[in-house]
């Protein structure tokens, strides 16, 4: 059973840092694509960044420049390094890997104070 466990969430003021981590256990196969995802109340689950096993990435507008995702092939783990933050920022953040399906993480809460 494929599980995605996330940390490195919590709450931190405006212009800080929080690194994410989405740590893959249980697939058969191997992950091509890792993607971040955000949601905050009221609004739609949207595409944070991507990352494929080749290493090209894509970035929401809201975040380039901003964040940067990453990934470690032998640690079935993506990363999401997020810096600047702002109130803009606050979700709940989701992991999701794509095997031969997708999978998706429990979600960890982030909170930019202003």
């Known amino acids: 059973q494929v599980q995605l466990v996330e940390s490195g969430g919590g709450l931190v003021q405006s212009g800080g840092s929080l690194r994410l981590s989405c740590a893959a256990s249980g697939t058969k196969f191997r992950i091509s694509t890792m993607s971040w995802y955000r949601q905050a109340p009221g609004n739609q689950r949207k595409l944070v960044a991507q990352i494929t096993r080749a290493n090209t990435t894509t970035y929401a507008d809201s975040v380039k420049g901003r964040f940067t995702i990453s990934r470690d092939n032998d640690k079935n783990t993506v990363y999401l390094q997020m810096n600047s933050l702002n109130p803009d920022d606050t979700a709940v953040y989701y992991c999701?890997?794509?095997?031969?399906?997708?999978?998706w993480g429990q979600g960890t809460q982030v909170t930019v104070s202003s």
């Open positions: 999701r890997i794509w095997t031969i399906r997708e999978y």
